[in-house]
């Protein structure tokens, strides 16, 4: 079982930066490649972030968010990051980190099998 903890969220303005962090309970992080996930009010969850397990060598991003957003993880922390820059309006939504045991799941969050409880990402404009 691997508990995931979101933080760093919060209100900022058109343009500016957040950090997301994902700390997790697992002594074998390293193993698990780690997603972000987010749900704007009305939509539905979509896909944002990936990388790959161990070295993390391996990332893939949403189109909506190439060039923008980085994920990186830290494994001797058992933490994964979301570095998003230049946020605009609609990156407003609930963020969520996930866990799972492939290598590089797909983007599909059923290839994730451990979730975090999100955090809240508000862009003004």
């Known amino acids: 079982q691997v508990q995931l903890v979101e933080s760093g969220g919060g209100l900022v303005q058109a343009g500016g930066s957040l950090r997301l962090s994902c700390a997790a309970s697992?002594?074998?992080?390293?193993?698990?490649?780690m997603g972000w996930f987010r749900q704007a009010p009305g939509k539905e969850r979509e896909f944002v972030a990936q990388?790959?397990?161990?070295?993390?060598?391996?990332?893939n991003y949403a189109d909506s968010v190439k060039g923008r957003f980085t994920i990186s993880r830290d494994n001797a922390k058992n933490t994964a990051f979301l570095q998003m820059n230049s946020l605009k309006p609609e990156d407003t939504a609930v963020y969520y980190c996930?866990?799972?045991?492939?290598?590089?799941?797909?983007?599909?969050?059923?290839?994730?099998?451990?979730w975090g409880q999100g955090t809240q990402v508000t862009v003004s404009s």
């Open positions: 697992a002594s074998t992080f390293g193993s698990y490649a």
């Open positions: 990388i790959s397990s161990w070295s993390g060598g391996a990332t």
């Open positions: 996930a866990a799972s045991v492939f290598t590089l799941p797909t983007n599909s969050e059923d290839t994730y099998e451990y």
